[in-house]
């Protein structure tokens, strides 16, 4: 729903290229989502589905979110990055956004997460570099006169989103290896923070393209 109301949102308004490459970025995590269902399906199956990947390091899909949350976490950094007007910072943050994806796949490569659980690195970090690029983000907003029409600047709406889901989540990332049916007090939190957490997410995206889609030009 958040990339269809995206998608909507970028036909009616003339956007920015990075705001065009943020609702790419939407349809990329659906497909994502619907690509990794095998490893469910498997599961629940019994692996009447899926059999090919059973007792095989691919019958989880952390693989598949291992990969993407590095780049996740770069294009939001950088989506962040291209209205912070500082040459210093820019620099900086664009020196470790390269940094953050390099590092994050040699973690991948020389640790044993890649297949087990979520990458610690890409998570914490990835969140750390987030939320710094956010407030950075908020403290030129203070200076600007954008304050007077904030209501109408999506990507306001797309960092409250956000910040709330990724301090929410993140948490949980740490312990993701726990993630296994005798452990039933983790599951049902992790089930529930991320249900509660992608509604509040996806729903925080769908108000900002909808409010912001009745401007006739992009703020």
């Not at 790419?24 to 989502?33: K, Q």
């Not at 953050?100 to 969140?127: E, N, P, Q, R």
Request: charged share 15%; with cysteine; aromatic share 26%.
């Amino acid at each position: 729903m958040a990339a269809i109301a995206g998608s909507y949102y970028i036909r009616k308004v003339p956007s920015l290229i990075i705001t065009k490459y943020f609702v790419y970025l939407l349809w990329v995590t659906f497909f994502i989502e619907i690509f990794s269902l095998y490893a469910v399906i498997g599961y629940y199956s019994d692996y009447r589905y899926f059999s090919f990947v059973e007792n095989t390091n691919f019958s989880n899909n952390y693989w598949v979110y291992n990969i993407f949350f590095i780049l996740s976490f770069a294009f939001y950094i950088y989506f962040f990055r291209f209205f912070i007007k500082g040459n210093m910072i820019r620099q900086i943050l664009k020196y470790a956004i390269v940094a953050y994806i390099i590092l994050g796949f040699i973690y991948l490569v020389f640790s044993d997460v890649f297949f087990k659980g979520t990458s610690h690195f890409t998570s914490i970090t990835g969140t750390l570099l987030l939320l710094s690029t956010i407030f950075i983000f908020y403290f030129e907003l203070l200076r600007s006169d954008v304050l007077l029409n904030l209501k109408r600047f999506l990507p306001i709406y797309i960092s409250v989103g956000a910040l709330i889901f990724h301090l929410c989540v993140t948490p949980l990332d740490i312990f993701s290896e726990y993630f296994q049916s005798e452990n039933r007090s983790y599951v049902q939190l992790r089930i529930k923070v991320l249900l509660y957490g992608n509604i509040f997410l996806y729903s925080t995206y769908i108000l900002g393209f909808i409010i912001c889609s009745r401007r006739k030009k992009s703020y």
